[in-house]
Structures are given as C-alpha cells and as structure tokens.
C-alpha cells in the first residue's frame, strides 16, 4: 500500500511567523503536490513537483513556497503565514511522469493562523 | 461554470440501501476518473481509479463512467453507516492538473 505521512496532523501558528509542512511518500513516486482545501472550494493546487529540485506553480502559489531535495519528501513553506492561510492542507504523490495515475493522499495538516 | 459538478447533499439512506453518487464534467478532454471516500479531519482515500468509459466493480463498490454524456457515477451496495463519508470525485486528462468536485456528504443510518 502506497504510504503519504505528513508530519503534523494539527498546527497552531501566529501570523507573521515561517512555517513547514512536511511530507514524505514511501512508493519512489515521481511526482508530489500540495492542496488545501477549504469548505465550499473543494480542493486547490498550490504547487506540484514532478522530479527532484522541480517544481510548477499550481492555481494558488501566493504566499507559498516548496522545497524537495529528495524525491521521497517535499515540503511545503509558508514565508510569512497569515490568518487567510488557515486551512486543511494535503500532500498527494503519484507514480507515473505522465500523470495517468491516481493521486494518493495523506492525512492532511490542518493548520490555523492566530 | 465549474469544470466538475457535485451535488453537495447531505444524503441520508437507511443501511443495506443502495447508493448513487454522481458527478458531471464540461471538459471532453478528461479520460481518467477516481472516487475518493474522506472521512472527517482526514486525508481523501482512493477507492476507485478507471480510464476511459465502462464499469470497474471492487466490492461493493462500482464505478461507472460515460464520456458520451459527461457522467460519472459511483454505486455502493449493501450501505454500512462506515461508509458515512464525503465522497469526492476527481478527474484529469493526463496532465498534473487534477479538477477535483467539491464532495457529497454521505450519511448511512443504522
């Protein structure tokens, strides 16, 4: 089974402050995402990464940032966070350059800026 | 108009029915379709994955795609209230962006 762990379940941050989520895939996928998701939104791509030291702004970047050293983990930076930015936020990884494979989650962070 | 429509609910079934879950879709171009099942506070996990149009049975569950109409479905037979859930459908042409509906929440009463 394909395993996606995320760090943190649940963070607590105050606004102004840097903060990283990490992930880490345990199946050699090529490529890794971030979204968030927020009620009534669904969900929405932040940033994806589909090799190592490569990434693709997705629909949201603003306010974000990513880093993935090594094709397992790829974490997600948060510059400056703001209350705007409380939200659930999930890592995904699938195998295949092409992309016709399926998405496998983790957990999810959920994260509230005070 | 959204790429991918769900329709939100809450859908409320007794146990041991049948359920249908649905979504449509604007873009011809999507050929690979999945179902998530998300419990609350937790991550989407992948239930169903097929390509194309046709039916893929696992379990009690079957997805059935129509790329005629622009239709998917998601069938669970024998409803437990385990399968409380919000069901996701998601849908890509092959490229990383993944369009995503936005859920039906699902309730089986015991």
């Known amino acids: 089974d394909v395993k996606v762990t995320q760090s943190s379940r649940y963070l607590v941050k105050r606004t102004g402050e840097k903060v990283f989520l990490e992930c880490v895939q345990d199946?050699?996928?090529?490529?890794m995402f971030w979204y968030r998701q927020d009620p009534g939104l669904g969900l929405r791509l932040i940033y994806f990464s589909y090799d190592v030291k490569m990434k693709e702004k997705g629909d949201i970047p603003e306010g974000y940032s990513v880093s993935r050293e090594k094709k397992e983990r790829f974490s997600l930076i948060l510059e400056s966070a703001s209350t705007n930015q409380t939200s659930m936020y999930l890592c995904?990884?699938?195998?295949?350059?092409?992309?016709?494979?399926?998405?496998?989650f983790g957990n999810g962070t959920r994260l509230t800026v005070t | 108009q959204k790429e991918v429509e769900q329709d939100p609910g809450p859908l409320s079934v007794p146990e041991g029915a049948i359920v249908s879950l649905n979504c449509t879709y604007s873009n011809s171009a999507f050929q690979y379709f999945m179902w998530y099942r998300q419990y609350s506070r937790k991550g989407p996990e992948l239930l169903m994955y097929t390509y194309s149009s046709g039916n893929k049975e696992d379990g009690r569950f079957t997805a059935q795609v129509d790329k005629s109409s622009k239709y998917i479905s998601l069938f669970i037979r024998d409803s437990q209230p385990s399968d409380s859930a919000t069901y996701l459908c998601?849908?890509?042409?092959?490229?990383?962006?993944?369009?995503f509906g936005t859920g039906t929440r699902l309730k089986v009463l015991a």
């Open positions: 995904a990884s699938c195998e295949y350059r092409g992309m016709d494979s399926p998405l496998h």
């Open positions: 998601a849908m890509t042409s092959g490229t990383y962006k993944y369009i």
């Open positions: 199946m050699d996928h090529e490529n």
